[in-house]
């Protein structure tokens, strides 16, 4: 990714170079494993840490998964986007980054055995848009899913929500010409028809294992589903910014309600933030977003807000002045579907939320010292996220 931005400098950013920046940048991931070359990467404080062992005792808890965002692989601290709610036994997983598998085996959610977890417990996944870094693990959590705890699981199938058909492509961007469509009689499928595309695909090894070994088949374990957002929000997929609305209460069992509203991705449409209210308390999962009044709404009074968050910085420095207005036009093109460091304080604290968690980081790894730089404005409890870590939700039981 650096070295796609850095070409693109190096060359006074031609229109290929442009072209494979947006590119680039258009998954989220502008500068996702760039750290800026002047800038060492600090050890996390000891203080932002929150191990697993902080959470004990309590009832309902988030575990970060993934805490990197952007569809770039990382070796080391930080797996690709994901989180999870744990309310007793029971989880729900918020988004499926590169390397959600892995790290759901170390999180100590559901069963240890491993032909028995940590599926086994999984309530429901929650899928906050379709941008490649928040769902590429999906596909392996779904085809091997049985052999990790979904045939064990109580309460299958398990459902997968998230957003419904985007209706149309989204403009052009940086370009004089149509690109080809991929699958152009349905180029922009929503959560439920891309559960069915993948059980589709996965077809010749789910018939071999159901008829080989009476393993379950794909609409026994999960179903996904589109999110019943009302029609007068989603008339107009192209839009910015988002429509203004307020939450919609969509899924409840007996431990969590959930709501949803529409956030600032575009040209990504429909975006989605979730509200979990528990018994112990409330979290909200900002998705990818620009600050966003319906975000500052669904997040009114929640005791843990986990919201994105880019350093401005990071981004600036990857093109160094002069610029052209094709880059300027790049650059507030990344900040506009992106909450900078310095905007997300005040958000928080618009909001009231008593706990402000920073996930889905980019770049990646940006010292932890600057990400601190978000408590400006913001008079609660600030966590820069570390893939592992538990934060208790309520007070132990
Ligand atoms: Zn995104």
């Not at 744990?86 to 988004?95: F, T």
């Not at 699981?153 to 492509?169: I, M, T």
């Not at 969509?250 to 991705?265: G, I, K, M, P």
């Not at 409330?282 to 986990?306: C, H, K, Q, R, W």
Request: charged share 20%; hydrophobic share 40%.
């Amino acid at each position: 990714m650096c070295q796609i931005v850095e070409k693109a400098v190096a060359e006074g950013l031609s229109r290929r170079g442009v072209l494979a920046g947006i590119a680039a940048i258009a998954g989220g991931a502008a500068l996702a494993g760039c750290a800026p070359t002047t800038a060492p990467v600090a050890a996390p404080a000891a203080a932002q840490n929150q191990p697993r062992a902080a959470a004990e005792g309590y009832r309902t808890r988030l575990v970060l998964l993934g805490t990197a965002g952007g569809p770039a692989w990382h070796v080391g601290e930080r797996s690709g986007i994901s989180s999870a709610l744990a309310v007793g036994d029971r989880y729900y997983l918020i988004d499926a980054g590169a390397g959600v598998t892995h790290r759901l085996r170390g999180s100590g959610l559901g069963s240890p055995q491993p032909t028995r977890g940590p599926l086994d417990t999984l309530n429901a996944v929650f899928l906050t848009h379709l941008h490649s870094d928040h769902i590429c693990d999906l596909p392996a959590l779904l085809s091997a899913g049985w052999a990790n705890g979904l045939s064990q699981n109580a309460r299958r199938p398990v459902a997968v929500w998230g957003p419904g058909n985007r209706g149309a492509l989204p403009p052009l961007f940086g370009q004089a010409s149509e690109p080809p469509v991929v699958a152009p009689n349905n180029s922009t499928p929503g959560t439920e028809e891309m559960v069915g595309l993948l059980v589709g695909a996965f077809a010749t090894d789910f018939n071999d294992r159901a008829r080989d070994t009476g393993t379950p088949v794909p609409d026994q374990l999960f179903a996904g589903h589109d999110l019943p957002l009302p029609a007068e929000h989603l008339r107009d997929p192209n839009g910015t910014p988002h429509p203004r609305m307020s939450p919609v209460t969509f899924y409840e069992d007996d431990l969590v309600r959930v709501s949803a509203t529409l956030v600032q991705h575009a040209p990504v449409f429909p975006a989605l933030a979730y509200r979990f209210d528990t018994d112990d308390g409330s979290i909200v999962f900002s998705g990818d977003t620009a600050p966003s009044d319906n975000l500052v709404e669904l997040a009114a009074g929640a005791d843990v807000l986990v919201h994105e968050v880019m350093d401005r910085q990071a981004v600036e420095s990857a093109f160094p002045p002069p610029r052209t207005e094709a880059v300027e036009a790049l650059i507030r093109h990344t900040l506009d579907a992106h909450t900078t460091i310095e905007d997300v304080g005040p958000i928080a604290e618009r909001a009231g939320a008593g706990t402000l968690v920073l996930n889905h980081l980019v770049p990646a790894f940006t010292p932890d010292d600057r990400r601190l730089a978000a408590q400006n404005g913001y008079s609660g409890r600030l966590v820069v996220g570390h893939d592992l870590e538990q934060i208790g939700i309520g007070a132990p039981r």
